[in-house]
């Protein structure tokens, strides 16, 4: 009888040793999972984000303005046959200033036609982009500034924006008032109401441009 005791007594030990093996694997296994499902980001995600300075990234949509280099799909240097492809036949053209001025409108909204414009160097130069005019309000920096910004938004991103650097009488003979970020290479043209109407991207350290057709 003694012997039968101790001998289900060893059994039961027995199963409750197994039984704790089988429960610390599983947690073994179950934390070696959780562990694994934890991913850095991919290659192509983190391409997908833009550094600091908001320089160009090439997953980033064809609506971002980077100062000193691009709006939209035009850049800085940019060449006039590129530049075609791209955007097609100009709604306008001007070459009465020794430069090329072409411009490209933009899609309605409501009653209001905006316009994208580029600067070509000469011809002895290569005929390439040099500075680059947008009035539509769909093309924003990586800050969100664009037209439509107030100007004292403006100067929180571009700090060193202190006072105009030109004023002028628009067609309908309103005060427009020019700032230039040129160590950045980019300018805002706002109106009385303090209101950005026109964001142009320059080569860096130069200054802007008055564009107009």
């Not at 909204?109 to 011809?123: E, G, K, L, P, V």
Request: hydrophobic share 40%; charged share 20%.
């Amino acid at each position: 009888m003694k012997f039968f005791t101790f001998l289900v007594l060893s059994i039961c030990i027995l199963l409750f040793s197994c039984n704790q093996n089988v429960k610390e694997q599983t947690i073994i296994k179950s934390d070696s999972i959780a562990k694994t499902t934890v991913m850095p980001l991919s290659a192509a995600d983190s391409a997908k984000k833009a550094d600091s300075t908001g320089k160009l990234v090439a997953s980033l949509a064809n609506d971002t303005i980077f100062a000193g280099d691009k709006i939209a799909q035009l850049m800085i240097n940019l060449s006039f046959d590129e530049a075609m492809q791209i955007m097609g036949d100009p709604a306008a053209a001007d070459t009465s200033k020794n430069n090329l001025l072409l411009q490209w409108k933009a899609n309605k909204i409501d009653t209001i036609q905006y316009f994208t414009t580029a600067m070509f160097s000469n011809r002895k130069e290569g005929k390439k982009i040099k500075q680059i005019s947008t009035t539509s309000p769909s093309f924003k920096t990586a800050t969100q500034v664009g037209c439509g910004s107030t100007l004292a938004y403006i100067k929180v991103q571009y700090p060193t924006i202190k006072k105009a650097t030109e004023t002028y009488l628009d067609k309908a003979g309103k005060s427009i008032s020019v700032y230039d970020d040129i160590k950045e290479g980019i300018s805002f043209e706002t109106n009385e109401e303090g209101k950005c109407v026109l964001v142009s991207v320059h080569v860096k350290g130069q200054k802007n441009i008055k564009i107009s057709l």
